[in-house]
């Protein structure tokens, strides 16, 4: 279109020069005479030319004109799309960024609470480390008196087992001594059986006389539990 035109412009200015060349030829020679068939048809032609590609041109423009205002039509719809997309991206990005902040607190107190239990935990720990050292002070001072009393035990036992001893000796010596009034025929009483006094079994056992039998000396009640007579059996 700009081609035909330009082709048509040019044929227009070369169709003036032809007409001021013939003027300027005809002041020499006034029999010259103008080719008014090539003049007109190249003029006409030009003139011709130009219009037509200048209205090829127009309607080229025309339809850029129609293209770029159908591209603009789409590139605002594309726009407005995207303009949603945005908004709903924005709406996305602050709930997520919401959502972030309240996990930030969430995390922040759960780190705060598990710092707390740490402590507490801690007091607890050394309050317990500080009973077991109680307890094993205690358990240490325990055994030490287990250990004394055992000794007392053992002491008592012993005095006990003497006491015992002279016991049975003195009533072996009772015995003897009243048989021997029994054989003279003494009119003087006897010593009874209540010399000799076993506070247990164990202590019968251990001067000799168990079993003790109703009439021994020794013999009591508390070591016949069945009543049969026969004590320590």
Same mark, same amino acid.
């Given at each position: 279109m700009i081609l035909i035109s330009l082709l048509g412009f040019i044929a227009i200015i070369f169709s003036i020069f032809y007409l001021s060349f013939h003027f300027i030829k005809k002041g020499k020679d006034k029999e010259r005479k103008l080719s008014k068939k090539f003049f007109y048809s190249t003029l006409i032609g030009g003139f011709a030319m130009f219009i037509i590609g200048s209205i090829l041109h127009d309607k080229s423009y025309e339809a850029q004109l129609h293209n770029a205002l159908e591209q603009n039509e789409s590139l605002t719809t594309d726009y407005y799309t995207l303009t949603s997309e945005n908004n709903v991206l924005i709406?996305? %990005?602050? !709930?997520?960024e919401s959502d972030i902040e309240e996990m930030t607190s969430n995390v922040t107190e759960y780190e705060s609470n598990i710092e707390e239990e740490k402590a507490v935990f801690n007091t607890e720990k050394e309050l317990l480390n500080e009973e077991i050292t109680d307890l094993n002070d205690t358990n240490t001072n325990l055994k030490d008196e %287990?250990?004394? @009393?055992?000794?007392?035990?053992?002491? !008592?036992?012993?005095? @006990?087992?003497?006491?015992?001893?002279?016991?049975?000796?003195?009533?072996?010596? =009772? *015995? !003897?001594?009243? /048989? *021997? /009034?029994?054989?003279?025929? =003494?009119?003087?009483? &006897?010593? =009874? =059986?209540? /010399? %000799?006094?076993?506070? /247990?079994? &164990?202590?019968a056992r251990n001067a000799g006389a168990a079993p003790v039998r109703s009439g021994d000396p020794g013999y009591a009640s508390h070591l016949d539990r069945d009543g049969d007579g026969i004590g320590c059996e």
């Open positions: 709406q996305k %990005v602050s !709930t997520l %287990v250990a004394s @009393l055992e000794s007392k035990l053992e002491s !008592t036992e012993s005095k @006990l087992a003497s006491a015992e001893s002279d016991a049975q000796r003195a009533s072996a010596s =009772s *015995s !003897t001594s009243s /048989n *021997s /009034n029994s054989r003279s025929g =003494s009119s003087e009483p &006897t010593s =009874s =059986s209540s /010399n %000799v006094y076993f506070e /247990n079994c &164990t202590a």
